[in-house]
């Protein structure tokens, strides 16, 4: 297999070691498609910090991230984690769902605060209020508060007195009932700077000033991080002279559309931002992973704006004492994965489905079938709005190799089993076992196939499909996606247990046919699908040894770094 990298994993790996030792933080702090993001630190549950997400219609969605030194971090829960929490909205828009989170703590409570948005079917989405008094456990997140939210993107904010109020975009702000949903009057505090979409509001106190940070421009490559502060809550609110305070705009760094930032503080009493941002470049084409999770430090002198430092991929920052020990079960980001579907185990919890899936499709050692995952075919995984069998990760490192061995027999024509690059139901890459007619034989044969659907921002035609006949092979089949550049993904197939000497390969296929286009919000996702092709076919996929392997991570501009 072609690795980059014999130096990516040793002299760079030196170099990453002397990073960390000079104080050097790398972005993206959690890499893939972690938008969005809202973090606070919780000295009371030992010092960690925690950040929520967003996750639109991936399900289990709104995942909680902790760490105790924003460099490892662990998966501590879903708050949307079962579907009787979600407020049964149904939509076609693929970047429709669960939009910005922001997450507060508050006298022993985890708060998590959100919005459905919809395409317009359904007239007035909720506003969504979960909470917790423990992150770290599913279960632990009770069904939300609904409340009729005048807007996306909410944000908490407890007064001095203990009142708790909402923001919505457009600073639109009033108290909340935390039991009941209800809100008071609505106030709007400040049109921002006069840049489109002004949203993702948040509230802070400091020195005796309500300061109001927004985000300004659009999530795209005018994004920007702008501020106004006041001496009362609901204003007047009157804009820095400085902004904006955070933003790659007219740069040709490689993070673009930096914004939608958070402020906290750690132990020290330090300020960091968190902020979303693409590895896309000025040019803002390829970037699969979509806008990921960035920190960057700031200064907050007393009685000013805070400076921030602009976002890099390596950047000098504040010195927290390194750990790994953070709590909970959930999966440590950077881990590869190895998952056999053991009997009596669960599906692991990074693993993700677009919205519900049908819970009859999906079973852990079937009888008969120890060690693997079977699939149930839906009838479709590219239109729609019932249940998909599709099951996914996050791509999480430019480059990485993903593989899965398919035992699949089908026998109606059309049906079809594989692994796919998944970023909506209208845009993935899938490389499947397919029964096509076979005009060699006159009767149907199982085939591989690599098939494009939608284009993205490749800028020409959907790539024609690749058909191989498959090899007279016995057994599960080994299918690989590797990106070995950040440019391109290779498709490949090998017996169960060859070699690289036994590989098909399908084809190379560009990264932007799975960047922006119908998913402008969300990021590649890589997995296991099963599908009837809008046909008949019932026949059950079987997955096993499902493999997940980060090799390098590209900070700028033809910098790579091995992964983390």
Known sequence: MVRLLPYLLGVLAAALLAAAANNTHLNPTIPGWHSDPSCIFVPEWDDTFFCATSTFLVTPGMPIHASKDLVHWRLASHALNRQTQWPHYNTTGQSDGIFAITLRFHEGVFYAITFFASDGSNPLPPG????TTDPFDDAAWGDPVLFQSPNIDPDLFWDDDGVPYMTAAQSIISTIDLET???GPATQLWNGTGERNPEGPH????????YLLIAEGGTEVNHTVTMARSRNITGTYIGFDGNPVLTNKDTDEYFQTVGHADLFQDAAGDWWVSALATRSGPEWTNYPMGREMVI????????EFPVMSPVRGSESAWKLPMSEDVSGTGSIYGTP?????APGSAIPSNLLFWRWPDANSFTVSSPGHPNTLRIRPSPDINS????ISLITRLQTDTLFEFSIDVAFEPIDLNEEAGATVFLTQAQHIDLGIVLLSDNASNSPTPHLRLRTTGSGNLGTATPPP???????WRGPVTLTIRANNDTHYTFSATPQGGTVHDDVVLGSLPATIVSGGTGPFTGALVGAYATA????GTTLAYISRWRYTGIAQQIDNNTFVPSW
């Open 128 to 131: 969504l209020l979960f909470k």
């Open 181 to 183: 949903g209800a809100l």
């Open 203 to 210: 509230i802070y106190k400091k020195d005796g000033w309500y």
């Open 296 to 303: 960057t430090p700031a200064t907050w002198t007393k009685g």
């Open 337 to 341: 994965d190895v998952f056999d579907f």
């Open 384 to 387: 729609g709005i019932n249940p």
């Open 466 to 472: 690749v058909i191989h006949s498959i090899p007279t």
């Open 533 to 536: 092709n809008n046909g008949t």
